[in-house]
């Protein structure tokens, strides 16, 4: 059974910075490029960032891109999102998810987590 766990969320002040983790557990995390979402209140959920399985191919939504950094620790099945420069625009409830093509934030393959709120106050 795949588990993908995020955490790291909270409220911060504009132009503040976080850092959010995703735990994965099972197979499904070997050898799979792996993204971030968001789900902002009242729209639907979109693409953040993703990371290829070695970390050398790196895709960032243009909201984000110069802002947002996605890294993976692959001994310890854990992927993250570093957020700076925030926005109000950036609240959000934020997920993880492993891919199937690391080019193609649609190859969703892994069910959805609980997520992990961002507030970005003004």
């Known amino acids: 059974q795949v588990q993908l766990v995020e955490s790291g969320g909270g409220l911060v002040q504009a132009g503040g910075s976080l850092r959010l983790s995703c735990a994965a557990s099972?197979?499904?995390?070997?050898?799979?490029?792996m993204g971030w979402f968001r789900r902002a209140p009242g729209k639907e959920r979109e693409f953040v960032a993703a990371?290829?399985?070695?970390?050398?191919?790196?895709n960032y939504a243009n909201s984000v891109k110069g802002r947002f950094t996605i890294s993976r620790d692959n001994d310890n099945n854990m992927v993250y999102l570093q957020l700076a420069s925030l926005k109000p625009e950036d609240t959000a409830v934020y997920y993880c998810?492993?891919?199937?093509?690391?080019?193609?934030?649609?190859?969703?393959?892994?069910?959805w987590g609980q997520g992990t709120q961002v507030t970005v106050s003004s």
């Open positions: 099972g197979r499904t995390f070997t050898k799979s490029p």
């Open positions: 998810a492993a891919l199937q093509e690391t080019r193609d934030p649609r190859t969703v393959v892994t069910p």
């Open positions: 990371i290829s399985w070695t970390g050398l191919y790196r």
